[in-house]
């Protein structure tokens, strides 16, 4: 008899082990995105200027390949850029 209380307990005990490292993963990610949402006004940028950076990285290693320093390469493909926008706008 005392064995068969002895297993009951252990059955418990692992189904509630199992439901509390789920119940924190959803805790903390619940957690996580309240925050990235809190915070988009920091985090938008941030995405944005790195987006950025892969996509104006080609163009200003191929003029700095060329010869033209790396910051006039930069101001270059920005004017370009802000150029081609603001021609498309209209």
């Given at each position: 008899?005392?064995?068969?209380?002895?297993?009951?307990?252990d059955r418990r005990t692992a189904t509630t082990s199992g439901v509390l490292?789920?119940?924190?993963?959803?805790?903390?990610?619940?957690?996580?995105?309240?925050l990235l949402?809190?915070?988009?006004?920091?985090?938008?940028?941030?995405?944005l200027a790195l987006f950025a950076t892969f996509l104006f990285s080609p163009p200003v290693e191929w003029l700095h390949r060329?010869?033209?320093?790396?910051?006039?390469?930069?101001?270059i493909t920005l004017g370009l850029t802000a150029a081609a926008i603001w021609l498309g706008g209209q």
């Amino acid at each position: 008899m005392r064995f068969a209380v002895a297993a009951r307990r252990d059955r418990r005990t692992a189904t509630t082990s199992g439901v509390l490292p789920v119940f924190l993963f959803l805790a903390v990610a619940f957690m996580i995105g309240w925050l990235l949402v809190a915070l988009k006004f920091i985090f938008l940028p941030m995405l944005l200027a790195l987006f950025a950076t892969f996509l104006f990285s080609p163009p200003v290693e191929w003029l700095h390949r060329r010869g033209l320093p790396r910051p006039l390469g930069i101001a270059i493909t920005l004017g370009l850029t802000a150029a081609a926008i603001w021609l498309g706008g209209q």
